[in-house]
């Protein structure tokens, strides 16, 4: 098996699923989704813009005075909240579109939007099962020492409507996940670090909101089964599609920028080459 790139192409007006099946489309997600068939995903995960709107300030470490790298990329930057919310609900609307009457979506984000994006699921219809707590064990700190260090982000995982029954939820997987016999919303994960964390020749981070592995495996195991169709609509790295290609799910992976598609496509070169390396059995971590 090896990952397609598919460019999209504005002549293109619809795509087949066995199109863009186990592929990266290099695309804007707002013009690639409308092209995809109705109710054709298993589960999705949206890791959008945070629109984190930070200062246009340099911050030191405290003692070794190196500069702390913040997101300061033009994926997230929106001229208002209402600018941010006519994209969130753009992308969530296709994306409803697209889930299967039985699919979940997980939506990620902090303080600074989920509680937003959260409102505008609602409106739209999705039903939210539960919110789950990231807590990260090795956060960054505040360096300015003027709030609390923020050591969390909130997933959203929703389904369609309030009427959806029989989605998937591999309650025992869930378990194994949490400390006790209860599936607990918490999770303590650390953030990305040493060979986890994807760097240029410099040694800078290609992307700065890379998520871990350990948080999308705990996704895609609890709520999806082997053969089931993952879709990142925003997809960075690509960490989504490699966790899913390990344990044996289909992905659809669209991406924008052109630096992340090529680091999503040198990722899965690694991993195939090595399958038994990368590899993992079905619910087991």
């Known amino acids: 098996?090896?990952?397609?790139?598919?460019?999209?192409?504005?002549?293109?007006?619809?795509?087949?699923?066995?199109?863009?099946?186990?592929?990266?489309?290099?695309?804007?997600?707002?013009?690639?989704?409308?092209?995809?068939?109705?109710?054709?995903?298993?589960m999705v995960f949206l890791d959008p813009p945070y629109f984190l709107q930070l200062p246009p300030k340099r911050l030191l470490r405290w003692t070794v005075k190196t500069v702390v790298e913040g997101v300061n990329e033009e994926w997230d930057k929106f001229a208002s909240f209402e600018e941010y919310d006519r994209f969130m609900s753009a992308l969530l609307r296709e994306v409803r579109r697209l889930m299967k009457p039985k699919a979940t979506v997980w939506v990620i984000g902090t303080y600074h939007n989920i509680h937003r994006i959260g409102?505008?699921?609602?409106?739209?219809?999705?039903?939210?099962?539960?919110?789950?707590?990231?807590?990260?064990?090795?956060?960054?700190?505040?360096?300015?020492?003027?709030?609390?260090?923020?050591?969390?982000?909130?997933?959203?995982?929703?389904?369609?409507?309030?009427?959806?029954?029989?989605?998937?939820?591999?309650?025992?997987?869930?378990?194994?996940f949490s400390t006790g016999k209860l599936a607990l919303n918490v999770w303590q994960i650390p953030i990305c670090t040493g060979e986890e964390r994807l760097k240029d020749g410099q040694g800078k981070k290609v992307h700065p909101t890379q998520k871990p592995e350990a948080l999308l495996?705990?996704?895609?195991?609890?709520?999806?089964?082997?053969?089931?169709?993952?879709?990142?609509?925003?997809?960075?790295?690509?960490?989504?599609?490699?966790?899913?290609?390990?344990?044996?799910?289909?992905?659809?992976?669209?991406?924008?920028?052109?630096?992340?598609?090529?680091?999503?496509?040198?990722?899965?070169?690694?991993?195939?080459?090595?399958?038994?390396?990368?590899?993992?059995?079905?619910?087991?971590?």
């Open 217 to 285: 495996e705990r996704v895609i195991l609890v709520s999806t089964r082997e053969g089931d169709i993952v879709l990142d609509p925003l997809a960075g790295t690509g960490t989504t599609g490699v966790v899913a290609w390990r344990y044996r799910r289909h992905f659809l992976l669209i991406e924008k920028e052109r630096k992340y598609v090529d680091i999503i496509l040198k990722r899965f070169a690694q991993a195939m080459s090595q399958p038994s390396l990368y590899r993992g059995e079905e619910g087991g971590l």
């Open 119 to 176: 409102k505008l699921m609602q409106d739209m219809g999705f039903w939210i099962l539960n919110d789950v707590i990231w807590v990260k064990t090795n956060p960054m700190p505040n360096w300015l020492n003027v709030r609390f260090t923020n050591a969390t982000e909130t997933l959203i995982w929703a389904v369609k409507d309030k009427s959806v029954k029989g989605y998937t939820f591999n309650a025992e997987v869930a378990r194994r």
């Open 1 to 42: 098996m090896s990952v397609r790139l598919l460019v999209d192409e504005q002549a293109t007006a619809r795509y087949q699923l066995s199109d863009v099946l186990d592929s990266v489309v290099w695309g804007d997600a707002l013009q690639v989704l409308p092209k995809l068939p109705d109710e054709s995903i298993d």
